[in-house]
């Protein structure tokens, strides 16, 4: 049934304004239930990417093009409901998730050495090789026991979550509400 546009008719005696209440409670809760539909299909949208995106990325890495990323970023989806409206959160936990979402060393993110490499880390404050003592600014460098880290290419799940978003949202609305 589509949600468009919907007359509720009554004259003015108990049983029709009763009918009418009822209508209208049944209307209520048919946008509530469409509107549940519009955050899950929306996040779960981005909840797709989130996974697409973390699963090219790559962590500690020992030479270019041999990646690793175990344990290295989750996405987890919950939705609740607060003050009687729907909220969906994408969460990416992990040990090296803030290097795999905003990008370190110049070796995968040259055009951005010094800089932001993506929207995101810009508002976080986070660029190309000021983590630490600069070690980033370095093609490669070593840590922990002889490892030789080359960086993170910047895997901007978040801003890509948001673009994917934006350009389904139309699509998604007219498919649930008609």
Not at 21 to 49: F, M, S, T
């Amino acid at each position: 049934m589509s949600v468009r546009k919907r007359i509720i008719e009554c004259v003015l005696s108990p049983e029709s304004v009763d009918s009418a209440i009822k209508e209208l409670q049944d209307y209520k809760d048919e946008l509530q239930d469409k509107h549940k539909q519009l955050v899950d299909r929306l996040a779960k949208i981005g909840i797709k990417v989130a996974g697409e995106r973390y699963a090219e990325a790559s962590a500690g890495s020992i030479e270019p093009g041999k990646m690793t990323t175990p344990d290295s970023a989750v996405p987890t989806l919950e939705i609740t409901t607060e003050d009687g409206g729907l909220t969906a959160v994408i969460q990416i936990s992990g040990h090296d998730v803030t290097f795999i979402e905003f990008g370190s060393g110049i070796h995968f993110n040259k055009a951005y050495a010094g800089k932001p490499a993506t929207t995101n880390a810009e508002k976080f404050g986070y660029t190309i090789g000021g983590y630490g003592t600069g070690l980033g600014l370095h093609e490669a460098w070593h840590y922990g026991n002889g490892k030789i880290s080359y960086g993170t290419p910047a895997a901007d799940a978040t801003g890509k979550i948001e673009e994917e978003i934006k350009n389904q949202i139309r699509k998604v609305v007219k498919e649930i509400y008609g």
